[in-house]
């Protein structure tokens, strides 16, 4: 107990927080989605201030280019999965709470299941499939919405899903209705990001978090926050609550059981085969397929099988002359592979096969 009342004992000297917020947060269950650039400092800071039961959802891996901002890992975690490497070294900064990982990509089937489990939810993604699964699985669960987004240099912080003074709450639907193209919007790899600003944002958003926890100050529920770390210029907006979204949401559990987010953002069709490792072993040494590494060149393992490397961030400009093969993609998840399918379908159509390897960490591993 007196080492309890030590780690918190900052707390307890606030004015209109003390014992009373800190047991709020200790009662409280957060969900970070992500643990990634934004990810990172979420975690460290929710556990650091005490929260009572952290999840934190990330199917990804850790690799070097990572470190420039998730600050959360070390060189020698590259090649581990980023959930189990993130409950570790969070555990040891606070043994006093719980902290689940859960090293799985998150989805329309298993996404009601993990959020209703938590009180807060919070989008460290940076993706859209992702950003709308989550925002339509919060608003039908009437979960509190955290949501932050990185861009080069800017980056923006709002809360959705709560109600404001009026009895009105808005999501993330009412700031973008419709999903964009997948090459209407870079992500970081293809725009890059200063390793500092996902530290800044993912701050706010933990502020964020804590002031809905315990009732401190003013969330910005309905407002959204940009912020650019070129000038510091800040400046908060009302999200237009005019926008009419409720058609765009599934109306219940089982319609958003079925929905396919990746197909709504245009990152799969069913002209883009998903293959297993073993089909994709298979098919590596088959001189009718071209394999295409859509990595960025400093990610990790390299692969040792023939390939041609190239990063989808180059992908639009440098898709090269390719015969008749199929076309096999991948990268260190999937989803970059997926977004890349859906470029190579839009310039070839369906006259070209074209596969995508769900999980290319493991065929790698494989392989070795």
């Known amino acids: 107990m007196e080492n309890y009342n030590s780690r918190y004992s900052r707390h307890y000297s606030l004015q209109d927080f003390g014992t009373k917020g800190q047991q709020k947060l200790e009662k409280s269950k957060v969900l970070v989605i992500g643990a990634g650039g934004l990810g990172c400092p979420v975690l460290q800071y929710l556990v650091a201030s005490g929260i009572g039961t ?9 690799s070097l280019s990572n470190l ?66 989550i925002n339509d699985a919060c608003v039908l669960l009437e979960k509190p919405l955290v949501f932050g987004a990185i861009y080069q240099y800017e980056g923006q912080v709002a809360v959705f899903n709560v109600e404001d ?32 600003l996902p530290g800044i944002i993912g701050l706010m958003q933990a502020g964020e978090v804590i002031k809905l926890l315990t009732g401190i100050g003013e969330v910005l529920v309905n407002r959204l926050l940009t912020f650019s770390l070129l000038n510091y210029e800040l400046y908060v907006i009302e999200i237009n609550m005019e926008v009419s979204v409720s058609d765009l949401i599934p109306k219940d559990e089982i319609t958003f059981e079925a929905t396919e987010y990746n197909l709504l953002c245009g990152l799969a069709s069913t002209e883009i085969e998903t293959l297993s490792v073993i089909d994709f072993l298979d098919q590596v040494s088959n001189n009718d397929t071209i394999v295409i590494d859509v990595r960025e060149k400093d990610e990790l393992p390299k692969a040792d099988f023939k390939y041609c490397a190239l990063p989808l961030s180059g992908l639009s400009e440098k898709i090269p002359e390719i015969s008749e093969r199929t076309i096999l993609l991948f990268c260190q998840s999937g989803k970059r592979s997926l977004i890349a399918g859906a470029l190579l379908l839009e310039k070839f159509g369906t006259t070209k096969k074209i596969s995508h390897l769900k999980d290319g960490i493991n065929a790698l591993k494989e392989l070795k």
Do not use: M, W
């Open 68 to 133: 420039q901002r998730q600050v959360l890992y070390t060189t020698d975690d590259i090649g581990k999965d980023k959930a189990t490497v993130a409950c570790k070294r969070l555990l040891s900064l606070n043994p006093e709470i719980s902290i689940t990982g859960y090293a799985i990509a998150l989805s329309s089937k298993n996404a009601i299941k993990l959020i209703r489990a938590y009180d807060i939810i919070v989008d460290c993604t940076d993706n859209f499939a992702s950003r709308y699964l």
């Open 54 to 62: 952290i999840g934190i959802v990330d199917h990804d891996i850790i």
């Open 165 to 196: 003074e009026n009895k009105n709450k808005t999501n993330y639907r009412h700031l973008f209705p419709k999903p964009p193209k997948p090459d209407e919007v870079q992500n970081c790899n293809e725009a890059g990001v200063l390793g500092v």
